[in-house]
């Protein structure tokens, strides 16, 4: 009888642990499909539409991307909506298509004026966003695009120039070529003046500027020594952050030269292949890609400013490495750069996935360590100095890196 209980005990027990077992298992199962129902972004699509799908939970209206209060026209927004629209030509999801259409909907009224923009400010950094433009205006034809990107491409020709040629930065920033501006202006004009200039010395005329413009921050911005360029340069030497002899600013900002080279290689797509500028801009591309490939830290990442890594303050950044993954990867598929840049960019763009993207439970993207902002002169003064460029804001999510990064993870199909 004894032996009769204590097997029953066992049976008992036995099946109790099963029962709670099964209940665990049953209940695991209930919260893992709970928790897959609450994703708003998979994880089996690729970076590329990953990261714009969490730009738009982010920033549900397009015109408030930079973590604006108020809609604004702007080159960050021009930035997202070029790789959206990138995303969109491979995915068609119409979520992404309806996000670029609506920026340029609420942004351009039916005159074609621009909201928020002005003309008579020459400010380089507004033109970016004329790219949305060219690539809806393909798509439906209407008439007040058009009419916008006239008025984009009259600042061009209006622009005001240094001595030699070069477009200012900003018309509040007299005799300066910024880095920047080069990728602002450059790819959006070429384009323009492909599509829509029909008289062929026009057209010649703005592609001859616009090769002019690298060839002049080449001559004037490029440090012999390291082969980086300086973020900026002043005709002038008047401002405090120029260099009284040179003109140029003090250091070598890492986005600085991002937007650089992304520059060269988008307008290499337009620039025609018998224009004798060409190969001195792949000429450019290839001394660029060595001078920012000898400073690439064993991470893959690149720092805050290029060639101060051991200094106290510095950091890994992320939009300058998103940006020269995006150049490397894009000129060695084109054949514009040698095949070893592709192992370049594949080595930055696992330090970008392993070290600064993260990943909420909802499956929303982050990218994290980005550069808020940099600039010179001002109000109040930027004085280009190191202790400058690394301490201005660090945030994630930066839409100067998420764009980037979007376009980095199309050209590595990542």
Same mark, same amino acid.
């Given at each position: ?127 970016? &966003? ?32 240094? &001595? ?56 004037? &911005? ?162 280009? &100095? ?29």
């Amino acid at each position: 009888m004894i032996v009769l209980k204590k097997i029953l005990v066992v049976v008992f027990t036995l099946f109790v642990t099963v029962l709670l077992s099964s209940c665990k298992n049953e209940k695991k199962e209930v919260n893992e499909a709970e928790i897959v129902k609450e994703k708003e972004i998979s994880d089996t699509l690729k970076w590329s539409e990953r990261m714009i799908l969490s730009e738009i939970h982010r920033f549900p209206k397009a015109s408030l991307l930079d973590f604006r209060d108020t809609p604004k026209w702007s080159y960050t927004n021009g930035l997202v909506l070029s790789a959206a629209a990138r995303v969109y030509e491979q995915t068609n999801n119409p979520k992404i298509y309806n996000y670029i259409y609506e920026y340029a909907d609420e942004m351009i009224d039916s005159a074609g004026n621009i909201k928020t923009y002005k003309l008579s400010n020459q400010n380089l950094d507004m033109i970016k &966003s004329g790219d949305v433009l060219l690539y809806l205006y393909s798509k439906t034809k209407e008439e007040r695009f058009l009419k916008a990107m006239e008025t984009l491409n009259s600042q061009m020709e209006t622009q005001p120039k240094t &001595s030699d040629g070069g477009y200012w930065h900003k018309k509040v920033y007299p005799n300066q070529m910024w880095l920047d501006g080069l990728y602002m202006a450059e790819p959006f004009h070429t384009k323009y003046a492909v599509d829509f200039i029909d008289d062929a010395d026009k057209a010649q005329k703005i592609f001859d500027d616009v090769v002019l413009q690298f060839d002049l921050i080449q001559k004037h &911005s490029r440090d012999e020594k390291t082969g980086l360029l300086y973020h900026g340069w002043d005709e002038s030497k008047e401002q405090r952050w120029a260099n009284k002899e040179t003109g140029n600013s003090q250091h070598f900002w890492s986005r600085g030269m991002g937007w650089y080279g992304m520059a060269m290689v988008d307008v290499l797509d337009f620039l025609p292949e018998n224009h004798s500028g060409r190969e001195r801009i792949i000429t450019y591309l290839n001394q660029y890609a060595e001078a920012i490939t000898a400073v690439q830290h064993e991470t893959g990442l690149w720092y805050q400013v290029l060639d101060q890594g051991n200094r106290e303050g510095n950091y890994l950044e992320a939009t300058g490495t998103a940006m020269f993954v995006y150049t490397f990867a894009k000129s060695a598929k084109k054949g514009y750069l040698d095949a070893k840049y592709l192992t370049v960019a594949e080595k930055g763009y696992k330090g970008l996935i392993d070290n600064l993207i993260s990943v909420e439970e909802n499956g929303v993207v982050n990218l994290n360590k980005c550069c808020g902002v940099a600039g010179l002169g001002g109000d109040p003064y930027r004085d280009g &100095s190191y202790e400058y460029y690394v301490n201005e804001i660090i945030r994630s999510n930066d839409p100067k890196g998420t764009g980037p990064f979007i376009m980095a993870s199309l050209e590595l199909n990542k």
